[in-house]
Nanobody
Framework: QVELLESGGGLVQAGGSLRLSCAASGRTFSGYTAGWFRQAPGKEREFVAAMKWIGRSTFYADSVKGRFTISGDDTKNTLYLQMNSLKPEDTAVYSC???????????????????WGQGTQVAVSS
């Protein structure tokens, strides 16, 4: 069992930056795929970024590529999402998720992840 706890959300002006953290307990992230998804009011949950912990392969949604960076810290057993050049359309609840054994073609599908955090709110003002 993996428990995930996000932090780092908040209110920021357009063009600003935030760093989200997702701390895992119960098990280490090693051997897992860990990712970030977001859901804006009235919209479907969408993929943001993911990382295979072993080998550190990364995957990004086109909408955040070049602005967001996913990374991990083994010593802290924590996943990060550095978000730069934020836009109002990035406003959403951001959740981290983890699972074992996800193939690359399935990594952007939220139903393939079986561990989820509670989410953290990110609001970007124009």
């Amino acid at each position: 069992q993996v428990e995930l706890l996000e932090s780092g959300g908040g209110l920021v002006q357009a063009g600003g930056s935030l760093r989200l953290s997702c701390a895992a307990s119960g098990r280490t992230f090693s051997g897992y795929t860990a990712g970030w998804f977001r859901q804006a009011p009235g919209k479907e949950r969408e993929f943001v970024a993911a990382m295979k912990w072993i080998g550190r392969s990364t995957f990004y949604a086109d909408s955040v590529k070049g602005r967001f960076t996913i990374s991990g810290d083994d010593t802290k057993n924590t996943l990060y999402l550095q978000m730069n050049s934020l836009k109002p359309e990035d406003t959403a609840v951001y959740s981290c998720a983890a699972a074992r054994g996800i193939i690359n073609s399935a990594i952007r599908t939220h139903s393939n992840y079986n561990y989820w955090g509670q989410g953290t709110q990110v609001a970007v003002s124009s």
